[in-house]
């Protein structure tokens, strides 16, 4: 029988490494217009994400929206829409990508409070969706295909 490794490579499929966390969380390094920053893995949030504190960090243009955020036990929280941004995980890459921004102080509060490192934002399942991704849980990997 052929591994998922190998099978996913013979589909065109890249191996992204995840790293587990204390908090129980994958973390993954990705590139928003060129920049680097680690970013949760969450197949639970809708959009990706990134910290208002980082809008400028990576060099992202922002626009006001209505549209509330809600997760992570805050709701109803601000939100602004950054389109037209590159982003990359791995040797993936994806042009184009809205990223909703909003304040991540209380994910960030509680990563610290379990003795993680804060992150800069969040990948969602729109980019899982649009990578048609699949996670290796027992071996720590993302896979997305090209």
């Known amino acids: 029988m ?32 060129g920049i680097s920053g680690k970013f949760i893995l969450d197949t639970g949030a809708s959009n990706t994400c990134v910290g208002m504190d980082k809008i400028a960090f990576f060099a992202m243009a922002s626009e006001t929206t209505d549209v509330k955020a809600a997760g992570a036990g805050a709701v109803e929280m601000e939100t ?31 990563l610290v409070s379990h003795n993680a490192l804060p992150v800069d934002g969040i990948i969602g399942a729109d980019v899982l969706k649009k990578g048609k991704a699949v996670i290796d849980y027992n071996k720590k990997c993302l896979y997305l295909k090209k």
């Open 2 to 33: 052929t591994s998922l490794k190998k099978f996913l490579k013979s589909k065109n499929y890249i191996k992204i490494p995840l790293v587990f966390t204390e908090t129980n969380h994958f973390e993954i390094v990705a590139k928003i217009n």
């Open 80 to 110: 602004l829409i950054s389109i037209k941004n590159t982003i990359e995980i791995g040797k993936w890459k994806k042009k184009k990508q809205k990223i909703v921004v909003f304040d991540l102080v209380h994910v960030n509060q509680a």
